[in-house]
T-cell receptor, first 114, second 114 residues
Framework: AQSVTQLGSHVSVSEGALVLLRCNYS??????LFWYVQYPNQGLQLLLK??????LVKGINGFEAEFKKSETSFHLTKPSAHMSDAAEYFC????????????FGAGTILRVKS | SQTIHQWPATLVQPVGSPLSLECTVE??????LYWYRQAAGRGLQLLFY??????ISSEVPQNLSASRPQDRQFILSSKKLLLSDSGFYLC?????????????FGPGTRLTVL
């Protein structure tokens, strides 16, 4: 079965440190890949989207993600964490192998320490 | 610009009671509409989606149903709630192709079944 795996249900970084949230997916056809952020008791907000153009995708709030086909990965990074980045982050994938539905990973909760 | 509304924001219901959650979208025509459920510590599970009035696709057999009486209105219902129906319910919309276009999420409804 197709799957989306987010390594680490919780990630903790210090303010100003690099943020790295990992996402791996399974798909033998070109996928569309998304990262969303969710603040407590709110809906999901789109951070960025990969649609087979540039492999390095820049999003909002200083986040970016790199599509690596050979590694089937789409990791999310930010050079310097801010306290306001504390939230839950979801990776999502769609392709014909996913029945053309958007399938989400289990999420990673990011904690930013002062 | 487009706006998506969900109500109520929170709901506490006894087991066996009925349910009606409403989602409306403004600023776009003929959107694709989606209902997701988010259980604690898990990702989002697609429950239903609709590509037009009266057109509902069910993803998971369960105690819930959905209807789309108007172009920009999507309703999630149940005749008798179960404890397992508790969760955070999110409505989303997109335009164009269901498979690839970005989905935009509403603020969600927190449902607690006691």
């Amino acid at each position: 079965a197709q799957s989306v795996t987010q390594l680490g249900s919780h990630v903790s970084v210090s303010e100003g440190a690099l943020v790295l949230l990992r996402c791996n997916y399974s798909s033998s056809v070109p996928p569309y890949l998304f990262w969303y952020v969710q603040y407590p008791n709110q809906g999901l907000q789109l951070l960025l989207k990969y649609t087979s153009a540039a492999t390095l995708v820049k999003g909002i709030n200083g986040f970016e993600a790199e599509f690596k086909k050979s590694e089937t990965s789409f990791h999310l990074t930010k050079p310097s964490a801010h306290m306001s980045d504390a939230a839950e982050y979801f990776c999502a994938v769609t392709s014909s192998e996913y029945g053309n539905k958007l399938v989400f990973g289990a999420g990673t909760i990011l904690r930013v320490k002062s | 610009s487009q706006t998506i509304h969900q109500w109520p924001a929170t709901l506490v219901q006894p087991v066996g009671s009925p349910l009606s959650l409403e989602c409306t979208v403004e600023g776009t025509s003929n959107p694709n509409l989606y209902w997701y459920r988010q259980a604690a510590g898990r990702g989002l599970q697609l429950l239903f989606y609709s590509v037009g009035i009266g057109q509902i696709s069910s993803e998971v057999p369960q105690n819930l149903s959905a209807s789309r009486p108007q172009d920009r209105q999507f309703i999630l219902s149940s005749k008798k709630l179960l404890l397992s129906d508790s969760g955070f319910y999110l409505c989303a919309w997109s335009v164009g192709r269901v498979s690839t276009d970005t989905q935009y999420f509403g603020p969600g409804t927190r449902l607690t079944v006691l």
